[in-house]
């Protein structure tokens, strides 16, 4: 709406013909370059023509998430929650095993537990994957308790302690993915004391000369065998009388799209078994990694940048990236004559962007909005993973101010810094996307209870809630 001058405004709002969009109230007050609905409290700001700036009824346009108008399920429940959706879940998996079909090579999914191992996600995945990837006894009985049999997953992880590979050995399973000659010694002897023989697949640490690789692989380099201990593994291997080297994996880190930096690492695994003649290697695990929709990996200079308010072009993830990759490795494979079967270990690209996080905002301190939700829900730093955040009660809203966006505790509770978004007012929805790894898995109690979980449900119209917000009874009892 238009106005002149602020008699026009003062006369609109002296016969209540201005109405506020977000509470219907028809009665404000005028100050400087704003006027504030008397009721809610919301700004409404006037340009330097004097124009009112109401909030246009684009910008009041719901958001949904999958088939649920978020606008309208947030006003009726208390924030902060998560919501997953089954649907979400199952096309991110129809992409993995279409991509797998169109290709010609011989692909096995396994999902990583670790990523999310509520019940109802793992419930969900089994319906689709019949192998998972597990690296503690903790995620062992959760993807047991699933449904899932012993023979169809794998172990890995830096530690092994000897009572979770014992519950493993004893559940059937048989693929062990090492990451040092230490844990083929162990594995070797439980295999003995116990009459069984159990297959490993060594992970190979890859480095490259990059100067910004170099900085990372300070912290990288205690995952996986360096050159020098794969040598030594392989000259003992006929030494261990119950494992059988069956594989070789490897991991490049999280949120890669770089088809190339796969093609590099396999090209390095086909070299080593050529080099030492390795003719009963079945298979590569080329890990996880994979790209998730709403989330992206900082770099150094997106970081930088960010700080300094400005934001560095980024390319779009490529939808079609699975399947670029598939043709790029069979065609290796073709090359060098190769037939071995590709082992791929997503997580987060099967349920990142299937779960987000809802919360509400607590108050806007001049570049600061605070959030009734906590990073104790989504753990991972902000430095190194850039999550989209959106204000969905300005949904259309132009994007005209950058603001920082804290949670409710203490310490280093930050989302992002510098993000552009419309104005925001307190009791604005927002949603930080890609909430659905690495985020319950990981989540914890400090000053704050997990809060509820919904999941959309597929072939229905149901919202079921599977887990309610914890009680604060039931966190301390024992615990005195």
């Given at each position: 709406m238009n106005i002149k001058n602020n008699l026009d405004l003062e006369n609109l709002i002296k016969n209540k013909v201005l109405i506020c969009p977000k509470c219907h109230n028809n009665s404000f007050d005028i100050h400087s370059f704003l006027i504030a609905c008397s009721q809610c409290k919301t700004e409404y700001s006037i340009n330097k023509e004097g124009i009112v700036r109401f909030i246009d009824?684009?910008?009041?346009?719901?958001?949904?998430?999958?088939?649920?108008?978020?606008?309208?399920?947030?006003?009726?429940?208390?924030t902060p929650f998560f919501i997953f959706s089954e649907k979400i879940i199952n096309d991110n998996i129809d992409i993995l095993f279409n991509a797998a079909k169109e290709s010609n090579l011989k692909i096995k999914i396994y999902y990583s537990v670790k990523t999310n191992f509520n019940r109802f996600i793992l419930n969900i995945v089994k319906n689709n994957i019949n192998h998972a990837s597990v690296?503690?006894?903790?995620?062992?009985?959760?993807?047991?308790?699933?449904?899932f049999e012993g023979k169809d997953l794998s172990f890995d992880g830096p530690v092994y302690e000897e009572k979770d590979i014992l519950s493993a050995i004893n559940a059937g399973v048989e693929l062990f993915n090492i990451d040092s000659y230490e844990q083929a010694v162990l594995l070797n002897r439980l295999a003995q004391e116990n009459n069984r023989f159990l297959k490993i697949s060594p992970r190979l640490n890859f480095f490259s000369g990059n100067i910004f690789y170099k900085i990372n692989y300070l912290f990288t380099d205690r995952f996986g065998f360096s050159n020098e201990e794969i040598k030594r593994l392989l000259k003992d291997i006929s030494s261990f009388k119950n494992l059988k080297l069956s594989g070789f994996a490897f991991h490049l880190g999280s949120q890669l799209n770089?088809?190339?930096?796969?093609?590099?690492?396999?090209?390095?695994?086909?070299?080593?078994?050529?080099?030492?003649?390795?003719?009963?290697?079945?298979?590569?695990?080329?890990?996880?990694?994979?790209?998730?929709?709403?989330?992206?990996k900082n770099s150094f200079m997106s970081i930088l940048f960010r700080f300094f308010g400005m934001n560095l072009k980024r390319k779009e993830i490529n939808d079609n990236f699975i399947s670029e990759l598939n043709r790029e490795i069979s065609s290796l494979f073709k090359k060098n004559n190769i037939d071995l079967e590709i082992i791929y270990q997503p997580g987060r690209y099967i349920v990142g962007d299937a779960g987000i996080l809802v919360s509400r905002i607590?108050?806007?301190?001049?570049?600061?909005?605070?959030?009734?939700?906590?990073?104790?829900?989504?753990?991972?730093?902000?430095?190194?993973?850039n999550?989209?955040?959106?204000?969905?009660?300005?949904?259309?809203?132009?994007?005209?101010?950058?603001?920082?966006?804290?949670?409710?505790?203490?310490?280093?509770?930050i989302f992002n810094?510098?993000?552009?978004?419309?104005?925001?007012?307190?009791?604005?929805?927002?949603?930080?996307e890609?909430?659905?790894?690495?985020?319950?898995?990981?989540?914890?109690?400090?000053?704050?209870?997990?809060?509820?979980?919904?999941?959309?449900?597929?072939?229905?119209?149901?919202?079921?809630?599977t887990k309610k917000e914890e009680n604060v009874s039931d966190i301390y009892e024992g615990k005195f």
């Open positions: 009824n684009n910008c009041q346009q719901p958001f949904f998430f999958s088939t649920v108008n978020l606008n309208t399920f947030s006003e009726q429940h208390n690296s503690s006894g903790l995620e062992l009985s959760a993807a047991l308790t699933s449904g770089n088809v190339s930096a796969y093609l590099s690492a396999i090209k390095k695994i086909i070299c080593l078994i050529k080099k030492h003649n390795l003719k009963d290697i079945k298979h590569i695990n080329i890990g996880g990694g994979f790209p998730a929709k709403g989330i992206r607590f108050s806007v301190k001049e570049k600061w909005i605070f959030v009734d939700a906590s990073v104790n829900y989504l753990p991972e730093n902000f430095l190194g993973l999550r989209r955040i959106i204000n969905i009660s300005k949904l259309h809203g132009k994007k005209s101010f950058k603001y920082s966006i804290a949670g409710r505790t203490l310490c280093s509770d810094i510098n993000v552009k978004m419309p104005r925001p007012d307190r009791g604005d929805f927002i949603v930080l890609s909430a659905g790894a690495y985020s319950l898995s990981r989540a914890n109690n400090f000053t704050t209870v997990i809060p509820d979980i919904y999941l959309i449900k597929e072939n229905s119209s149901d919202i079921e809630l």
